[in-house]
């Protein structure tokens, strides 16, 4: 059965909207003024790029036998730049990367770019269908759920392991990427991913989980990592 040898899943680094829909969410704005577009476009903050470098710095410290061999990235901004800096500071002749559209972030569909205050406002129905379905199952209009993410996942990894049979493979992409690759890879259900969310908490920028090869299958072997991270 063709397996990847090591599967290296790495957030994107702090994003504008990481900052700053917490705190519009906080004030309960309707518009954030400073951040408007597709969520596909927002950049990372200072910050991000901060990470991305010691993202980089992490890569060579590896040994020869570590470094990556496959790269594949979400196509959105935060995560092509997270690895674009870290590539550039890690000194390495590192891959050339490519993109994967199963690898973006969860869909919201008409609640994009939205605050809670903006979805309540527009679509006041939404947060009794959240109630209802669950935070799992429950599905914006236009959007996914993370079940809807869990097919997409399953496909990209199918293709991964028949094309990179035996090679180490990093991912650039989002905390909901992240989370679902547990889901998909160690089976769990939504149970299973409450226990992780509760043992490990949120997957946080720049953070880095890997599983390797163990015979036919791949194995957990970190999981939201941020020791390469400098002190916040």
Known sequence: MAVVAE???IRHGQSLANVLFPEADAQELLEIAALSGRDADVPLTDLGQEQARAVGAWLAS?????RPEVVVTSPYLRARETWRIA??????GTPEPSTDDRLVDRLLGELEMMTRA???????????????????????????SFADIRVRLTSFLEDLHRRHDGRRVVVVAHDAVVLMFR???EDLDWAGLEAVEKSSGHVRNASISRFVRDGNRL?????NVIEHLPPA
């Open 183 to 185: 889901a998909v890879i």
């Open 118 to 144: 903006a979805v309540r406002a527009r679509f006041p129905d939404e947060p009794t269908r959240f109630t209802e379905a669950g935070i799992w199952e429950y599905q914006p209009p236009g959007g996914e």
């Open 219 to 223: 194995k957990l072997d970190r999981y």
């Open 7 to 9: 599967l290296v899943l």
């Open 87 to 92: 590539a550039e500071a890690s000194g390495l």
């Open 62 to 66: 590896l040994p020869a036998e570590r």
